[in-house]
């Protein structure tokens, strides 16, 4: 079974710092893109970042461009965000998610999310 | 940039209805189109991609439809479970990746 657990979220101050995990089991982690989205309090979906299987190709959405970095270890079957200088409009759940194997554009399947806020 | 516009916004229907929500882009995304349902508390779950297939697991009820810029997203017979907010999502601007406002869907 496919499973993503996020974690790390929590409350943190404007201009701070804070950094994501998800462990990913079920699959062949090391064959699939990978890729964090969030979504504020009460509103739709958002892409953040993309990072290919072997951590080659990464992507961001301009909002986050300089101050987040995705990263990932196939060995652990692991993914991160490294987030710094948030904004209290970084406040979100954030997911990550599995790109559908071979399409580059769709996520089959989704963490749980973990909640950051930003907020003094 | 292709922006993606849903509507409607909120949908009301009893159950056995036919549910038809519309999608639609402001430039072609060719048949590059999927759809996700999120229920309250949950994260979104893949129901179509490419415009028409099935996700894994997706039940017969749910069906794609359209190319270009106009797409559909029917429930044949909605059921109670299927209460929830539904996006449609492009990627037609690599890489970015974006979602329409949604649908809500309301069981009577």
């Known amino acids: 079974e496919v499973q993503l657990v996020e974690s790390g979220g929590g409350l943190v101050k404007p201009g701070g710092s804070l950094r994501l995990s998800c462990a990913a089991s079920?699959?062949?982690?090391?064959?699939?893109?990978m890729d964090w989205l969030r979504q504020a309090p009460g509103k739709g979906l958002e892409w953040v970042s993309t990072i290919s299987s072997n951590g080659r190709y990464i992507y961001y959405v301009d909002s986050v461009k300089g101050r987040f970095t995705i990263s990932r270890d196939n060995f652990k079957n692991s993914l991160y965000l490294e987030m710094s200088s948030l904004r209290d409009e970084d406040t979100a759940l954030y997911y990550c998610a599995r790109e559908l194997d071979g399409s580059g554009t769709y996520l089959d399947y989704w963490g749980q999310g973990t909640l950051v806020t930003v907020s003094s | 940039e292709s922006v993606l516009t849903q509507s409607p916004a909120t949908l009301s229907l009893s159950p056995g209805e036919r549910a038809t929500l519309s999608c639609r882009a402001s430039h072609s995304v060719i048949h590059y189109l999927g759809w996700y349902q999120q229920k309250p508390g949950q994260a979104p779950r893949l129901l179509i991609y490419?415009?028409?297939k099935r996700a894994t697991g997706i039940p017969a009820r749910f069906s794609g439809s359209g190319s270009g810029t106009d797409f559909t997203l029917t429930i044949s017979s909605l059921e109670p479970e299927d209460s929830a907010i539904y996006y449609c999502?492009?990627?037609?601007?690599?890489?970015?990746?974006?979602f329409g406002g949604g649908t809500k869907v309301e069981i009577k």
């Open positions: 999502q492009q990627r037609s601007n690599w890489p970015l990746v974006t």
């Open positions: 490419d415009a028409s």
């Open positions: 079920g699959f062949d982690f090391s064959g699939y893109s």
